[in-house]
Nanobody
Framework: VQLQASGGGLVQPGGSLRLSCAASGNIFSINVMGWYRQAPGKQRELVATITSGSSTNYAESAKGRFTISRDNAKNTVFLQMNSLKPEDTAVYYC?????????WGQGTQVTVSS
């Protein structure tokens, strides 16, 4: 399974960004996709996940500001991030999990700064 993420960039505090991640290869219909992030000097942390049945889970820091969604026909997961804060600055990694195996994308940088 290969993952291709896109959509990161530089945004001012209070702004929005939309991340996308497309999975390709040997995709199993039952899976979980989502996003982690890693800020400089910090451990990687969960942001949000979504199952193939569209059940979602969010980190407390993401609740009310971020929305995860997916297009199963295109094996693509999205992360809509609103009301961004400087502390959201990190490299965001998408992942695909199926049959107890995790696959990771290359990471996309999100920088929130004025």
């Amino acid at each position: 399974v290969q993952l291709q993420a896109s959509g990161g960039g530089l945004v001012q505090p209070g702004g929005s960004l939309r991340l996308s991640c497309a999975a390709s290869g040997n995709i199993f219909s039952i899976n979980v996709m989502g996003w982690y992030r890693q800020a400089p000097g910090k451990q990687r942390e969960l942001v949000a996940t979504i199952t193939s049945g569209s059940s979602t889970n969010y980190a407390e820091s993401a609740k009310g500001r971020f929305t995860i969604s997916r297009d199963n026909a295109k094996n693509t997961v999205f992360l809509q991030m609103n009301s961004l804060k400087p502390e959201d600055t990190a490299v965001y990694y998408c992942f695909y999990r199926s049959r107890l195996v995790d696959y990771w994308g290359q990471g996309t940088q999100v920088t929130v700064s004025s």
